[in-house]
Structures are given as structure tokens and as C-alpha cells.
């Protein structure tokens, strides 16, 4: 259901997939695939690929789609509780704004030939992973603007290189997506200005909320790079640009000036400028933190997934309705030729 499937049948690459011996053409195309990535051209839908290219784009586009999805759910609890109605708008438009993106990258991912109601299942069974971040609790309305500044903040720092990124139609979803994450950051950032200006109450959720989300932010960038198992082969194949670590501190460098124009304190004692480097040193990351969450043993993973499946279930009516009006449309079609 739902698929746009191209997979056309490959035996030589069925072959490979199984792990079977490379042929010669194969050997041929790869160069190819190799050459198309060094002068920066895209390769297409259509296009022969690697079959360990195309499972890892569709692991971290499928990933990826989820996140923006599971993302929808910490922010959303808080349409019903915005504090006006300019805030209560911008956060329906941004929920929404981060739906339509899981779309666009289900999208992309089903052009390698895999189909969507298999995507969602692996969400549903555990089996496919999504971004650690949205496995924390919003606990005040600060941690709304904090979600913007600096979990949409990371977002855009790790996309805008993906709209790069060898794949068409990954990098052409992410131009229109990265638009968008730039809004929800801006947002963000304004919400938290607006508390900052007003009472010390305020002022004391929007730090606390900061302390509560800083490294967790930090951690959405992916494993330290000597722990990164796909990163070795995603920038090979010119889907991933920059490492986790350069990307990281990109963020850190980004979000230590916008910290002190807010007014608050980042939760790191140790961060530091480095003049030799040209950057800003930070604290060691809690890794055990960010495994723990990645194996589903975060604070919200459960109600999370509960969520997701349940939605998934209250909107069966809406996906058969949908299909059987199109069967109705096509027969109407067939009926009238
Ligand atoms: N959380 O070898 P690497 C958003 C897994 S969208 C959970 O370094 P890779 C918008 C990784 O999958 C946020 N798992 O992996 C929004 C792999 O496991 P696997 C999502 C993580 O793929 C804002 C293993 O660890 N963004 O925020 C995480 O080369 C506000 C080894 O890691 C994207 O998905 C993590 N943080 O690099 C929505 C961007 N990090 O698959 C609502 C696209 C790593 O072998 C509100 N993705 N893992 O089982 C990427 O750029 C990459 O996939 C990385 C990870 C950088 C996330």
C-alpha cells in the first residue's frame, strides 16, 4: 500500500545483496557510482546503486522520517497550553510544518524500492531507530522555545549538509525541510527572548529548561566519530558531508554566543574558548546516557511508541477510506474508457 516502489529485479544485485561473488559489470558500475559522487552529481532513483548504498539511505532516510514524526509528539502536548493565541498558531503550524516533513522523507525512502507500511512497522516493533532527543519530557512551556533554539537548532546544523547529499531525492526533500527547521528555530529563540524579558519566574524556566535539554541536544549528532559504525561509508558515498564531531562542534560554536545574547548559562562547566583551535571546548558527553536512550530505555521511549501505535490504529478508517475511494475512482475511470 502507499508504495512508489521502483525496485526493478536486479539478479546481480540480488547476487551481491546475498553476498554473493561481484561481477565484472558490477565492479564497472560501482566505478561509476564512485566517479558521479566525486564530480558532485546526483545519483538518481532510477540509477543502478550499490546495494549497501541503498540500505543504508533507506535506514537513515526511513530513520530519519520517524524522527520527524515521534518528533511531533513532545511539542504537541503543549498545542492545547500555549499561553496565546500568536504562540498556540505558530506551534499548530510547526507540529504540522514537522509531520509533512516525515512525509517527504517517507517519500524519498520509498523510491529505493521499500514500501512505507514496512518503514512504520519496524517504528511500531522497535525495530527502527529515531532520534534520542524525543525521548525526553516537555516539562514548562519554556521547553517549547528550547525544542526550537537548540533541538531544531542541532536539525539544521545536520541538514543543511544533506541537502548535499549524493542521494536526489533525499537532497532535494532536505532543501525544503532545512526552509522550514529554520523557521521553528527562529521561533524558538523568539519565545525564549520574550520570556527572558519578563519575570524572574520566567527567566528561571527558560534556564532550567536549557539545562534539561543542553547535552541531550549535544547528543543528536550521533556517537563520538571513533564509534560512528556507518560514518566511514556515508561520507564516502557522499551521503553524510561533515562527521558527528565536526558537526557537533559546529553547534557548540553556533549556540555559546546565542546563549549569552539570551542571557542564560549552557550546563558545562568546562566549556571554554580555545584560541589555538579556533573553537569552543566543552565537557565530556554522558554516552551511556545516549545508549541507554538509543536502546529504548529512555525516559519517555515507551509512551512514546504507545503513542505512535495508537495514532496509527485511530487513523485506520482514514487510510481505508482513502483506498477504497481510490478503488472506486479507478473503476469510475475503467467504466468510462
Ligand atoms: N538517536 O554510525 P552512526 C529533527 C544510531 S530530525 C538515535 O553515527 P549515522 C527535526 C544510528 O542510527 C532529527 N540513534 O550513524 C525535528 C546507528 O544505529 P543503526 C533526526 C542514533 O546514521 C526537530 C548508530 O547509532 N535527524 O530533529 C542517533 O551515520 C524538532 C551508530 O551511529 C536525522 O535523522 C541519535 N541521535 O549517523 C522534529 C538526520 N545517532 O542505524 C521535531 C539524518 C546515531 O546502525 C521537532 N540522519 N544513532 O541501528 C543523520 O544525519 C545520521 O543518521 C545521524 C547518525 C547523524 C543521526
Not at 493565541?85 to 504540522?96: D, E, F, G
Not at 541538514?159 to 529554520?182: D, F, H, T, V
Not at 525516559?299 to 503513542?307: G, I, V, Y
Request: hydrophobic share 40%; net charge neutral.
Amino acid at each position: 500500500m502507499y508504495t512508489q516502489a521502483m525496485d526493478i529485479p536486479s539478479p546481480e544485485r540480488d547476487e551481491t545483496a546475498r553476498g554473493g561473488p561481484r561481477s565484472v559489470r558490477e565492479a564497472e558500475y560501482e566505478a561509476e557510482i564512485d566517479a558521479k559522487v566525486a564530480r558532485g552529481e546526483f545519483i538518481e532513483a532510477k540509477d543502478w546503486m550499490p546495494e549497501a548504498y541503498r540500505k543504508t539511505l533507506v535506514r537513515q532516510i526511513s530513520q530519519h522520517a520517524h524522527s520527524e514524526i515521534v518528533g511531533m509528539l513532545p511539542e504537541g502536548n503543549w498545542i492545547t497550553r500555549a499561553p496565546t493565541l500568536k504562540r498556540k498558531a505558530i506551534l499548530l503550524a510547526k507540529v504540522q510544518d514537522e509531520g509533512g516533513h516525515g512525509m517527504y522523507l517517507y517519500a524519498a525512502a520509498e523510491t529505493l524500492g521499500v514500501a512505507r507500511d514496512d518503514l512504520v512497522d519496524a517504528l511500531h516493533s522497535g525495530k527502527a531507530k529515531y532520534s534520542s532527543i524525543f525521548n525526553y519530557p516537555t516539562l514548562n512551556w519554556a521547553d517549547i522555545g528550547v525544542i526550537g533554539w537548540l533541538v531544531d537548532g542541532a536539525a539544521i546544523m545536520n541538514q543543511i549538509p544533506l541537502c548535499r547529499c549524493s542521494y536526489g531525492p533525499y537532497a532535494r526533500a532536505m532543501i525544503r525541510i532545512c526552509k522550514e527547521e529554520s523557521f521553528h528555530q527562529r521561533q524558538g529563540y523568539d519565545l525564549l527572548l520574550t520570556m527572558m524579558k519578563g519575570t524572574p519566574e520566567q527567566r528561571d524556566l527558560v534556564q532550567d529548561a536549557v539545562n534539561r535539554w543542553w547535552w541531550p541536544a549535544l547528543m543528536m549528532f550521533g556517537p563520538h566519530d571513533s564509534a560512528s559504525t556507518h560514518s566511514g561509508d556515508s561520507i564516502k558515498w557522499g551521503i553524510k558531508r561533515i562527521s558527528n564531531d565536526d558537526l557537533r562542534q559546529k553547534f557548540v560554536d553556533a549556540a555559546v554566543p546565542q546563549a549569552r545574547v539570551l542571557g542564560i548559562t549552557l550546563p558545562d562547566p568546562a566549556l571554554k574558548w580555545n584560541e589555538a583551535r579556533g573553537h569552543w571546548d566543552f565537557g565530556p558527553i554522558d554516552w551511556s546516557e545516549f545508549w541507554n536512550v538509543v536502546n529504548g530505555h529512555g525516559q519517555c521511549n515507551r509512551e512514546r511508541l504507545a503513542d505512535r501505535v495508537q495514532a496509527w490504529e485511530d487513523g485506520a478508517w482514514v487510510r481505508e477510506a482513502a483506498m477504497a475511494h481510490a478503488e472506486k475512482q479507478r473503476k469510475r475511470d475503467r467504466l468510462a474508457a
